[in-house]
Nanobody
Framework: QVQLVESGGGLVQAGGSLRLSCATS????????MGWYRQAPGKQRELVAA???????NYADSVKSRFTISRDNAKNTVSLQMNSLKPEDTAVYYC?????????????WGQGTQVTVSS
C-alpha cells in the first residue's frame, strides 16, 4: 500500500513563500516520476512540477522561475519550494507518484494540502 502524506500548505500574502513536502511510504526509487499537481475551484487539476528518478524536472510555464521541485532520496520525500506566490496560485496541491514498469502503470495521490495566497 503506497501512502503519500503532504504537509506545508497554508495562508500567505502575495509575494511570500511556502514549502510543501510529500513523504512516501517506502523507497522513493520505486517511482519513475513524482510530481505536484494543483486544482483550483472550478478548474481541472493541472501539473505544477515533476521530477524523474534521474533527477531531471519540468515545470508548468506559470510557475517557472518561481517554484522548485526537489527530492531527498534518503528521507523518501519530495518538496516544492514556492516563491513569489500570486493569488492565482491558490489551489489544493496534490502530491503524485507514478509507478511504471512498462506493463503496470499506476498513479498514487496524496490527500491534498490547501495553499491560499491573499492579495
Amino acid at each position: 500500500q503506497v501512502q503519500l502524506v503532504e504537509s506545508g500548505g497554508g495562508l500567505v500574502q502575495a509575494g511570500g513563500s511556502l514549502r510543501l513536502s510529500c513523504a512516501t511510504s517506502g523507497s522513493i526509487f520505486r517511482f519513475n516520476r513524482m510530481g505536484w499537481y494543483r486544482q483550483a475551484p472550478g478548474k481541472q487539476r493541472e501539473l505544477v512540477a515533476a521530477i524523474l528518478r534521474s533527477g531531471s524536472s519540468n515545470y508548468a510555464d506559470s510557475v517557472k522561475s518561481r517554484f522548485t521541485i526537489s527530492r531527498d532520496n534518503a528521507k523518501n520525500t519530495v518538496s516544492l519550494q514556492m516563491n513569489s506566490l500570486k493569488p492565482e496560485d491558490t489551489a489544493v496541491y496534490y502530491c503524485n507518484a507514478n509507478f511504471n514498469t512498462g506493463i503496470t502503470n499506476q498513479d498514487y495521490w496524496g490527500q491534498g494540502t490547501q495553499v491560499t495566497v491573499s492579495s
